[in-house]
């Protein structure tokens, strides 16, 4: 079974750091485009960041670019989120997802984690 696993969740206050790290099982998604979703309440799924399968190409979405970073290690499949800055604003659940295609669409991604729900207190 394929499954991508994130962690790394929680609460924290306006200003503080989280680092989300997204894990693969079932398969290697060493070849996959990897990307980070969020979704808050009553809002669509909402691009965050994707990164190339060598990690040599990024992009974020306006709202995050210069707090967050993606990042990823190859060798073990797991993908991570480096978040700074964080705002109220940032509060949502957050998903990894796999992709053969670099794109900020969520429809093109093939496999999804579960989420991760991010809190940020103001």
């Known amino acids: 079974q394929v499954q991508l696993v994130e962690s790394g969740g929680g609460l924290v206050q306006a200003g503080g750091s989280l680092r989300l790290s997204c894990g693969a099982s079932g398969r290697t998604f060493s070849t996959y485009f990897l990307g980070w979703f969020r979704q808050a309440p009553e809002k669509e799924r909402e691009f965050v960041a994707v990164?190339?399968?060598?990690?040599?190409?990024?992009y974020y979405a306006d709202s995050v670019k210069g707090r967050f970073t993606i990042s990823r290690d190859s060798a073990k499949d797991t993908v991570y989120l480096q978040m700074n800055s964080l705002k109220a604003e940032d509060t949502a659940v957050y998903y990894c997802a796999a992709g053969q295609i670099f794109s900020n669409n969520y429809r093109s991604y093939e496999y999804w984690g579960q989420g991760t729900q991010v809190t940020v207190s103001s």
């Open positions: 990164i190339s399968w060598r990690g040599a190409i990024t």
